[in-house]
């Protein structure tokens, strides 16, 4: 740090004021200046961003959490201008394969052309509307609706009309192909965008977050874990729940042992976009000296590294070292674990694609969640969960719930629709996320809750409200 508090990058949090615990505390963990310890990144190739200053208001504004009015607004102002990302190249792997897309009201087609080209456009028959396909995979010649026989070629284009003879001329004089949508992909991530006129894909997601991502194997995957739920809360409730790592020790206590949240980097990125660095392996703070020998997780991510147990550390700060060691030392590895730093080795690199999606980073593979607005109901969200393994790995960390997974990718993945009430299938980590919807989606109709206050660990909402009251053109708290 120099003099004035800044440090060569410019990072200064320490003028903030914090409030006051009954003992001596160290503040500089969840300072956004806050960046991992050196030995995760001795080369310091991915700098801590600056810090941002997004101030100390209370979130008052609740009817953003329930008003259909706003969800309209949004629909408009923010999902029909976004880059979003829907999928991996690999969910459509030949010429003609084809992904149904459901956005909020709106249905799209992604096809395969030649080599790696996509097209897209809107799912609905443009003579009275049927929603052209309902299979969310699959592979075509061409798309003939199911109401009257029309039919359209891979492009959307519209190439027979049944019975033409019984249309006057004038009444099929219209443009009648299917409208299109921007498609783009980065490394193997499939985006649409509904805006003809929208920045390209690589500048929405903005060279810091592209950056962080570089060292990740993006471009051959196996999808093994495809899963959507209805749930019950506004679209940006279930959101802000995975912006923060705040609530890891009292949500996901099982964690405290082994995940270390409240020392997390945050990196907060243009265009809503962010990183959080959680430290896997190691203890919440509270956790520390409190914890006699391995838990359990411990003994997992051990054991999924392939660590022998009779090589098993006796002490819990030894754990990431004896995990990074088995990783860099492995015979015939998998993947190549030299292109990572140690840090990316064992911990879980969670970056957020603005608005609605969280891509959490792991080296073996990753873990995709969306959470989408509902079709109708502005109280009520889709939330849609992925996992794309990178081939050859043999496991993939347990917190993403794919027991059994095929990971041979001979076949394309189902999505697999859950019931409302079906909270095994998410896995015990999200179920416990997914039971505090509810009650946060009740308390913005209560008189007696004032809007949310938020702490430094929670930032990455302050930042995510930044961006979506900017786009929303509505008064910020
Ligand atoms: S609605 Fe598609 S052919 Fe009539
Ligand atoms: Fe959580």
């Known amino acids: 740090m120099t003099s004035d508090g800044a440090d ?15 003992g001596d505390i160290d503040f500089t963990p969840f300072r956004q200046s806050n960046r991992l310890p050196i030995w995760a990144d001795p080369q310091d190739r991915y700098p801590k961003l600056p810090v941002r200053d997004y101030g100390t208001y209370r979130q008052h504004d609740q009817a953003i959490y329930h008003s259909p009015e706003v969800m309209r607004d949004e629909w408009e102002k923010i999902f029909k201008k976004s880059w979003m990302l829907v999928g991996h190249i690999t969910d459509v792997p030949r010429k003609n394969s084809f992904m149904k897309v459901d956005r909020g009201p709106e249905s799209f087609l992604v096809v395969r052309g030649d080599g790696e080209e996509l097209t897209g456009f809107y799912n609905f028959c443009s003579h009275r509307g049927a929603q052209l396909v309902k299979a969310d995979f699959g592979s075509t010649q061409k798309f003939v609706c199911p109401f009257h026989k029309w039919e359209f070629s891979t492009d959307g284009e519209l190439t027979k009309i049944q019975d033409r003879e019984s249309f006057r001329t004038g009444s099929i004089c219209y443009d009648l192909d299917l409208p299109k949508i921007r498609v783009e992909h980065w490394r193997g991530w499939i985006c649409i965008n509904m805006d003809m006129d929208a920045v390209p894909l690589v500048d929405f997601l903005g060279p810091d977050f592209i950056e962080r991502a570089e060292a990740y194997i993006f471009e051959d995957l196996i999808r093994i874990r495809d899963v959507e739920q209805e749930w019950p809360a506004n679209w940006k409730v279930a959101r802000e729940i995975f912006l923060e790592g705040y609530h890891v020790q009292a949500t996901h206590p099982q964690y405290n042992p082994a995940v270390n949240a409240y020392h997390a980097q945050h990196d907060l990125m243009d265009n809503g976009h962010g990183l959080s660095v959680f430290q896997f392996m190691s203890p919440n703070p509270e956790y520390v000296g409190k914890v006699e020998g391995l838990a359990e997780e411990h003994e997992i991510f051990l054991r999924e590294a392939g660590v022998p147990e009779s090589d098993w550390p006796a002490s819990v700060s030894d754990v990431p070292q004896a995990v990074i060691n088995a990783k860099r030392n492995r015979k015939d590895p998998p993947i190549d674990y030299s292109r990572f730093t140690d840090g990316q080795l064992i911990h879980d690199w969670n970056q957020s694609v603005f608005p609605a999606t969280e891509t959490f980073y792991h080296p073996e593979g990753y873990f995709i969640q969306h959470w989408l607005p509902h079709p109708s109901d502005p109280e009520k969200c889709i939330y849609q969960v992925q996992v794309y393994a990178v081939p050859g790995i043999s496991e993939l960390p347990s917190f993403m719930a794919v027991p059994n ?14 019931g409302f009430d079906d909270m095994e299938s998410l896995g015990p980590v999200i179920k416990q996320d997914r039971d505090m919807v509810p009650r946060l989606q009740r308390a913005t109709h209560s008189d007696g809750f004032r809007g949310g206050v938020f702490s430094e660990q929670e930032v990455r909402i302050r930042h995510f409200h930044d961006q979506y009251f900017r786009l929303m053109g509505r008064q910020h708290p």
């Open 8 to 22: 060569k990058l410019g990072r200064d949090d320490s003028r903030w004021d914090y409030a006051e615990p009954n």
């Open 405 to 418: 997974a095929d990971l041979s990718g001979r076949k394309t993945l189902p999505r697999t629709y859950i």
